[in-house]
Every structure is written in structure tokens, then in C-alpha cells.
């Protein structure tokens, strides 16, 4: 039982992370029709960003969390303007030109700070008991910021303008496009949204787990499983195969004898529904 | 007419001499004397330019392939594990491994023909992670992350045996792929490519097609993944995974998708950075020159690495046209004046 509660928790908090992360990555993948697989990589630097400022020059971790997104978000917007938009959805350029990106990030990392692993203290510190389970407190922080600003997100794609805007381009661009919708700013907007989300979860996560200059490439995994768990072109999706691909992280690993059938029972299920839906749970039809 | 044909006849010769001069100097390398260490690095080469143009090969059909490497693993651990086992020699289970990654790439691509584009391209990189989690799994047989020792060796300790075998295989395999892809079976996986409707409505059937393509270079990858398994003798699930697949997919565009030979100049340019710069600066800045030509590629050479003296003639000849355009505007404005 108590196991099963440390799990449950743990489930939660991994959904809320990989939900975020992958988000990022749908949105590209379906606004702009493109593959970053510099998203982990963005991960990674948004963490060391707030590492850096809150260890070496010792400002709150709170603000140099704060900090940090706005540099992302500035740097996403960087991205979409000199990396991705001169290649206008072409998919596989932009794959090489997220290598490219990957090289960049991960290598001045190695060169600057080194390569070994290190932990960015908790946000705040301490446990609660939950009668003979205890959990720590920043679990719970995270837990709740996540469902924030999840519900956030939810809000802003389905009722704002913006968000009516991305899901119009999501679904075809051109329309769109003839309906008057700056497409570019759109991206633009999606991307600085995108590296702030990654930005935020890597923080969180090298809090809990630990923090090194590869900690994005599994991370990009888990958001690729969850994409195509849910499928192309679907933002509302994203929470459905979110949760699963956690709860199946958090519960498998800890129940089965060997932990290395956990990942492939994972890929496994996701097989299993691409055989029967090559669309992904939620997908549509993208040409 | 006359000039014509011999202009043709003529670059014939220079292809052909071209050829020639290559051949010689890539047999006669090994005996000029270069160090062990660049052998050793050429060999990769070689098997890699398999792998890449193989990967050119299936995208033939319209199918960009993410989990290249993850058939190069069925190759690599069939081979190893058959010959480790039941103590065949390698000459057996080489071919051994080719097949059973031929017949896994046909199975695997009867599910995946019904999805296109996009989706195609997600559902194969995850066929990648697939086979390396399935490998983990049984880590008894294969050794998982730890990796695999023991395997049987090809020839001796010596490497200059298996630069000529590497050789010999590179330039077998490009010919059956250079005459694959110019008969009609290629030309039915072009049609394909380009429109399949309009291919199905000419009689083609488009699903079997692809299936077919995606085999056939599901054949090559996993030759050389056994190829590879009795070369370097020690094999690990890491080389396998998702990134190498992408480096093989980055090779084919920096040389160029649409050229035979784009995958061959991209694998030997990008692989040869790292010998050739490890003396020049330290180890940890290489990426850095990698990924600048990957930038110079993608923001200078649309047509990749192989389209590099088309690009530089047509930027010639926009510098001249600027050049008299400018000046004509002087000799038109001196005009009035004299």
C-alpha cells in the first residue's frame, strides 16, 4: 500500500514533467511540422542555466529559475527566427539543423562547466508525512505547479486567441495562413512557449534526479513515446499519453522483477496500439 | 550530333578514369605506409557508406527511415550470437545475419506501409528504440548494456585483411544498389515516391513496393551490422542507438539525397573530422567543427555536399553578372557627363 502511494506520487510527478516536455515537442511538431530534436538538449542548458546562477553566483533558486526561462524563451525565439524559419517546414533539414543545435549546446556545456553529473538543491527542502509515507515537499511543489500550468496551457490554447491561432496552423497551414493568421509570429510564439516548458521541467527534474549534460536524451525519448502514443497533431492528447507513458514509468520498474522489461513492455503497449491505431491514440491524418 | 557524342564519350573516360585513379589509391593505401589508426578509421568508413547509401535506397520509395542502426543491430547480434553459440564460422552467419534482417525489415514493413510521411518517419525511429529495448531484455544472450565479448574474428588480429574484405564489400554493395536504383524497380520506387496515387493508378502496387524497398535496405544494414560484429569483436546495445541512427540519416543529407553519390562524399567528409582534427585541436572542441558543417551545408549548399561545384559556378556567375551590371550603371551614368 505504501508503496503503491510512493508510486502513485511519483506517477504524477513524471506525467506532469513528461506532459510539459512533450507539449514543447507536439507543438513544433504540429505548428511547424518539424522535428526538434534539440528539445532535450534545451532541457539540459535551461537546467545548467539555473544551476549556474543559483550555485555559482548564489542568487535565490527561485529567481534564477525566473531567469533562466526568460533566457530560454528569448533563445527559442532565436531558434524559430534564424534556425527554423529559413527552412520553412522542411522536415529534414531541420532534423540536421537540430543536431547541429544539439553539438552546440551539449559540447559548450562539456567545455564550460565539465561533464560530470552534479544535483541542483532541492527548491524547498523538507518532507511531509503522509501517515508512515513520506514525501518530499518539492515533489508536491512541482506536482502542483505542473497542474497549474497545465490547466494554464489548457486555458490558453483552447480559449485565448493565440491558442485558437496555433491549433488553425496546427490543423492546416495554409488556410490559416489565407485566414489572415501571421504564421510566423504564431511559430515563433510556440517555440519561446515550447523552451520555456522544457526549460521549467528540467529544472524541476534535476532537483529530484541529477543534472549532467546528456540528462536531455532520455528525456527526448520519453517525449517522442509520448507523442507518438498520442499521435501527430493533437495538443489534447499529449495529457492522455502523458500519464500513461508516467504511471507506466513509475509503477512498472518498481513491481516487475527486472526493470529492463519495464521499458520494453512500455514500447511494447505502444506498439501494440500503433498496430491497431497507426495514428496514435488521438491523431489525425497529416499530409 | 558528332560533338555531342563526343563530349558524351568523353565524359565517360574522365568518369571512368576518375574511377580508376580512386580504386588504385584505395588499394594501394595499406602499402604507402599510413598508420594503423587510419586503416582502422577507413574500414568504418567504408561500412558506413553502406549503411548510408542503403538508408538513400529506401528513401528511393518516398520513406525517410529513422531506425536505420536498429537493423543494423539485428544484423550485428544474429551474426554474433549464431556463430558464438553454435560455433559456425562467420562466413556462414554473416549472410545468416543479412537474411534475418532482411526478413525482420520485411515484416516489420508490412504493418508500417499503411502510414506515410511523417508518421512513417516517427514509427521507424521508434522500431529503433524497440529493437535496442528488446535487446536489453534478454541480456543474458546478448549481454545488454554491458556489452557482448567473445565474438569469432573474420580474419586474423591484422587489419589490412579486413580493409580489402571492406573494400571489396563497399564497392559490391554500391554497385547492386547503383544498378537497383536505375532499373525499373527503382524507377517503380520513384514513381512511388513522388505521388502515390498517381503510381497505384498506373498499375503499381504502391503498399508492396515500399515493403520491398525498406527489405531490401533492411539487407544491406544488417550485412553490415554482421560485418561490423566480427570486426571490432565487442558489441554494445549504445552503438545502436537512436543517435546513430540520426548520424546516418545526417551523413545522406550533408552529401545530398538526390545523388548516388551524396551519401558517399557526406559519410566520408563527416566521419573523417574527427582523425583528421584530433592532432590539430583538443578532443572536446571537435563537435564544434562538426556541427559547423552541418551549418555551412544547410545554410550554403541546398543540395548538400555534392551539389558543391554546381553552387560554386552559379555564385561565379552571379558575382560577374554583378560585376558588368555595375559596370554598365557607371558607364551609364558617366555618360551625360563626357
Given at each position: 500500500m505504501d508503496v503503491a502511494l510512493v508510486c502513485t506520487v511519483n506517477g504524477i510527478v513524471l506525467s506532469a514533467i513528461y506532459i510539459m516536455v512533450a507539449l514543447g515537442f507536439a507543438l513544433l511538431l504540429s505548428i511547424?511540422?518539424?522535428?526538434?530534436?534539440?528539445h532535450g538538449a534545451i532541457y539540459m542548458v535551461g537546467a545548467f542555466i539555473t544551476y549556474g546562477l543559483a550555485k555559482?553566483?548564489?542568487?535565490n533558486q527561485w529567481v534564477a529559475l525566473f531567469i533562466s526561462m526568460a533566457v530560454m524563451g528569448g533563445f527559442g525565439l532565436f531558434l524559430e527566427k534564424f534556425c527554423f524559419r529559413p527552412f520553412g517546414g522542411k522536415v529534414f533539414e531541420v532534423i540536421v539543423m537540430s543536431v547541429a543545435i544539439i553539438l552546440v549546446l551539449e559540447t559548450t556545456v562539456v567545455v564550460t562547466i565539465g561533464g560530470s553529473n552534479r544535483a541542483l538543491p532541492a527548491f524547498i527542502p523538507g518532507t511531509i508525512k503522509f501517515g508512515v509515507v513520506s514525501v518530499s515537499i518539492d515533489r508536491i511543489i512541482i506536482l502542483i505547479i505542473g497542474a497549474i500550468l497545465l490547466v494554464a496551457l489548457t486555458l490558453l490554447i483552447q480559449k485565448s486567441m493565440i491558442g485558437q491561432q496555433m491549433l488553425a496552423v496546427a490543423q492546416d497551414r495554409e488556410s490559416a495562413a489565407l485566414q489572415g493568421i501571421n504564421i510566423n509570429r504564431t511559430a515563433a510564439i510556440a517555440t519561446a512557449v515550447a523552451c520555456i516548458l522544457a526549460t521549467l521541467s528540467g529544472s524541476f527534474m534535476s532537483s529530484l534526479y541529477y543534472l549532467g549534460p546528456f540528462i536531455g536524451d532520455g528525456m527526448l525519448m520519453k517525449a517522442i513515446e509520448v507523442v507518438i502514443l498520442s499521435g501527430i497533431?493533437?495538443?489534447?492528447?499529449i495529457l492522455a499519453g502523458g500519464l500513461i507513458i508516467g504511471f507506466m514509468d513509475a509503477f512498472l520498474p518498481v513491481y516487475l522483477p527486472n526493470p529492463l522489461v519495464a521499458q520494453a513492455i512500455t514500447i511494447g503497449v505502444i506498439i501494440g496500439i500503433l498496430l491497431i491505431r497507426p495514428k496514435g491514440l488521438f491523431g489525425h491524418e497529416v499530409s | 550530333m558528332l560533338k555531342n557524342r563526343f563530349l558524351a564519350d568523353k565524359r565517360k573516360i574522365t568518369k571512368a578514369a576518375i574511377y580508376a585513379f580512386l580504386l588504385i589509391i584505395l588499394l594501394l593505401l595499406p602499402k604507402l605506409g599510413i598508420s594503423i589508426y587510419y586503416v582502422h578509421i577507413l574500414i568504418g568508413v567504408f561500412l558506413y557508406i553502406i549503411m548510408t547509401s542503403s538508408l538513400r535506397l529506401i528513401n528511393l520509395s518516398g520513406q525517410v527511415s529513422l531506425g536505420h542502426a536498429g537493423l543494423m543491430c539485428v544484423g550485428a547480434y544474429t551474426s554474433a550470437i549464431i556463430s558464438k553459440n553454435l560455433d559456425w564460422t562467420p562466413w556462414l552467419t554473416i549472410p545468416i545475419g543479412a537474411l534475418v534482417t532482411f526478413i525482420i525489415a520485411f515484416l516489420v514493413a508490412i504493418p508500417f506501409s499503411r502510414l506515410r510521411g511523417l508518421y512513417f518517419t516517427m514509427v521507424s525511429l521508434f522500431f529503433g528504440m524497440a529493437v535496442l529495448a528488446i535487446n536489453e531484455v534478454f541480456e543474458k544472450i546478448t549481454g545488454g548494456q554491458s556489452g557482448m565479448v567473445g565474438i569469432q574474428r573474420?580474419?586474423?588480429?591484422?587489419k589490412i585483411p579486413y580493409y580489402y574484405f571492406c573494400l571489396a564489400l563497399m564497392i559490391v554493395c554500391l554497385f547492386i544498389m547503383h544498378r537497383l536504383e536505375f532499373s525499373r524497380i527503382g524507377l517503380t520506387w520513384k514513381a512511388v515516391a513522388q505521388s502515390h496515387s498517381v503510381a497505384s493508378s498506373t498499375g503499381i502496387n504502391e503498399a508492396r513496393q515500399r515493403i520491398i524497398c525498406f527489405a531490401i535496405g533492411g539487407f544491406f544494414a544488417g550485412l553490415v551490422g554482421a560485418v561490423y560484429a566480427h570486426y571490432y569483436v565487442v558489441l554494445s546495445v549504445t552503438t545502436f542507438g537512436f543517435f546513430t541512427s540520426i548520424y546516418i540519416f545526417i551523413y545522406m543529407m550533408v552529401g545530398g539525397i538526390?545523388?548516388?553519390?551524396g551519401p558517399i562524399i557526406g559519410t566520408t567528409v563527416l566521419l573523417l573530422i574527427q582523425p583528421l582534427f584530433h592532432n590539430v585541436i583538443?578532443?572536446?572542441?571537435?563537435p564544434f567543427i562538426f556541427a559547423g558543417v552541418l551549418l555551412i551545408v544547410l545554410y550554403l549548399l541546398p543540395k548538400g555536399l555534392f551539389g558543391l561545384p554546381e553552387q560554386l559556378r552559379l555564385w561565379t556567375r552571379k558575382l560577374r553578372r554583378e560585376e558588368k551590371t555595375a559596370l554598365q550603371e557607371e558607364v551609364i551614368h558617366r555618360a551625360p557627363r563626357n
Open positions: 511547424m511540422g518539424i522535428f526538434n530534436f534539440a555559482t553566483i548564489g542568487i497533431g493533437s495538443l489534447g492528447g | 573474420l580474419f586474423g588480429v591484422s538526390n545523388s548516388f553519390y583538443r578532443e572536446k572542441y571537435i
